[in-house]
T-cell receptor
Framework: NAGVMQNPRHLVRRRGQEARLRCSPMKGHSHVYWYRQLPEEGLKFMVYLQKENIIDESGMPKERFSAEFPKEGPSILRIQQVVRGDSAAYFC?????????????FGEGSRLTVL | GIQVEQSPPDLILQEGANSTLRCNFSDSVNNLQWFHQNPWGQLINLFYIPSGTKQNGRLSATTVATERYSLLYISSSQTTDSGVYFCAGGNTGANSKLTFGKGITLSVRP
């Protein structure tokens, strides 16, 4: 059973470009969480999705950031018009039933660098 | 939301030493996990431990849910134990998520 798969592992963008980060949850998992980690800091919650629904986006910046988890395919975290402050590691986690269902499993992260 | 405090913030050990890492929560949690982030940035699940005690090799963890804290014990530390240790907690409310502490940076010296 493959783990949580994230791609790309590393992404370099210039200011003003768009970044798309993808997350394929573990097989059988329909709950996906996105977290952001700035250098030397802990992980900050961004958004919680179930298939085709955004459950909690309280950690998402109001502008330029969006997330989706379509019926088919991976979850996508999209950052439009990137700025240098968006440089961070973005982690995705999945679980079969969310926090109430037990353990969350994390992918290896996508590291975004904005030049 | 839930606040998570970890202590100490940094820890330096000589190889072979034992250590205890602590995690306090501001509110009751019924999902609690410990993670190790290795020097390559990977997050490794150590324990899912909303209550009780678990052991896995040289690592063990205890959560006292009524007092809102958890402890991670590392015995006979090795250089490969170096990295950052995070605890994260959440409750089983409908929209719950895991809230992370700031982490404990452990350096084990040979």
């Amino acid at each position: 059973n493959a783990g949580v798969m994230q791609n790309p592992r590393h992404l370099v963008r210039r200011r003003g470009q768009e970044a798309r980060l993808r997350c394929s949850p573990m097989k059988g998992h329909s709950h996906v969480y996105w977290y952001r980690q700035l250098p030397e800091e802990g992980l900050k919650f961004m958004v919680y999705l179930q298939k085709e629904n955004i459950i909690d986006e309280s950690g998402m910046p109001k502008e330029r950031f969006s997330a989706e988890f379509p019926k088919e395919g991976p979850s996508i975290l999209r950052i439009q018009q990137v700025v240098r402050g968006d440089s961070a590691a973005y982690f995705c986690a999945s679980s079969p039933r969310g926090v109430r269902g037990g353990e969350l499993f994390f992918g290896e992260g996508s590291r975004l660098t904005v030049l | 939301g839930i606040q998570v405090e970890q202590s100490p913030p940094d820890l330096i050990l000589q190889e072979g030493a034992n250590s205890t890492l602590r995690c306090n929560f501001s509110d009751s949690v019924n999902n609690l996990q410990w993670f190790h982030q290795n020097p390559w940035g990977q997050l490794i699940n150590l324990f899912y431990i909303p209550s009780g005690t678990k052991q896995n090799g040289r690592l063990s963890a205890t959560t006292v849910a009524t007092e809102r804290y958890s402890l991670l014990y590392i015995s006979s530390s090795q250089t490969t134990d170096s990295g950052v240790y995070f605890c994260a907690g959440g409750n089983t409310g409908a929209n719950s998520k895991l809230t992370f502490g700031k982490g404990i940076t452990l350096s084990v010296r040979p």
